[in-house]
């Protein structure tokens, strides 16, 4: 079973390393995931990759179904998770082609997004304090540094709603808030990931400096920028996933210990059955 999962954002579609793969669809009580997934071996660690928005490009930010893709992962042994992502940058020292590994992020979407597995009948809390474990950043981060990679260790995310860009005043307010980078994407993938107890790490490509420096942002920038690092990206995907490995000790693999707050004999059956590769140990 596959224990590390790959999501590849924008002009990321695949991972070359990988060997012996092959192709499996997961069906999830959720729905379609965003594509089917490419199984492999990276480095003697089995991989499950994702092209996010599935490979041609046909899916919006919004319509993702992140529930289907996290609890896919969770369904194929997937524990350590990495989305790759770009992103815009509120600051001149985060430049187009650097890396950013965010430590925090903030929502700012419409809530149209599904970003919990619970409901009908069972009510987790996650603590959300520390959305991204900190000893899959720092392997990432290490790695990075050793390659050669322009890295940067935390910052903070903002998670715009898309798929427009921001306008110029609004680039200005979140800057002004303290933001780092923006993109659409991955608080729903963190948030989902806590849920599953996955721990979770996002490489953010910068792409462009948001339109709070530059004239505008359109996708020609965005893409051909992200273009120019994803041979960087693999590479780093390449030394960073066999270092992982599967006996991990961190907070994420008990995120949903003191969560779930549903008397056990007021669950609906079906809800449970649903969630049982989620919450099933804690119901024994």
């Not at 420096?213 to 780093?236: F, P, R, S």
Request: glycine share 8%.
């Amino acid at each position: 079973m596959p224990k590390v999962g790959i999501i590849g954002g924008s002009g990321l579609y695949q991972i070359d390393a990988l060997k012996d793969i092959k192709e499996v669809e997961v069906e999830t009580p959720f729905g379609e995931p965003s594509d089917k997934f490419i199984i492999g071996n990276l480095g003697g660690v089995e991989v499950a990759f994702l092209a996010r928005h599935k490979r041609g490009h046909t899916i919006l930010p919004t319509e993702l179904n992140y529930r289907a893709n996290i609890y896919a992962m969770k369904k194929l042994g997937v524990e350590q998770l990495i989305s790759i992502s770009a992103v815009g940058s509120f600051k001149k020292e985060l430049k187009p082609l650097d890396i950013v590994l965010p430590d925090q992020f903030v929502d700012k979407t419409n809530q149209a997004r599904k970003t919990t597995f619970f409901g009908q009948g069972i009510v987790a809390h996650v603590s959300f304090s520390e959305p991204v474990c900190a000893d899959l950043r720092k392997i990432i981060y290490d790695t990075g540094k050793k390659l050669g990679i322009t890295m940067h260790d935390k910052g903070t995310y903002l998670n715009m709603e898309g798929p427009a860009f921001s306008t110029r005043a609004e680039s200005l307010l979140h800057k002004s808030w303290g933001m780092d980078i923006i993109g659409m994407t991955n608080m729903p993938e963190a948030r989902l990931a806590k849920e599953a107890e996955m721990c979770f790490a996002t490489i953010a490509i910068v792409t462009d400096y948001d339109c709070w420096l530059e004239a505008e942002v359109n996708i020609k920038m965005v893409i051909g920028n992200l273009l120019k690092n994803v041979d960087t990206a693999k590479k780093l995907i390449k030394e960073v996933v066999p270092q992982l490995k599967s006996d991990r000790k961190c907070a994420c693999r008990e995120a949903l210990k003191y969560a779930i707050v549903t008397d056990k004999k007021l669950m609906p059956e079906n809800t449970k059955a649903k969630l049982d590769i989620i919450i099933g140990k804690y119901l024994l």
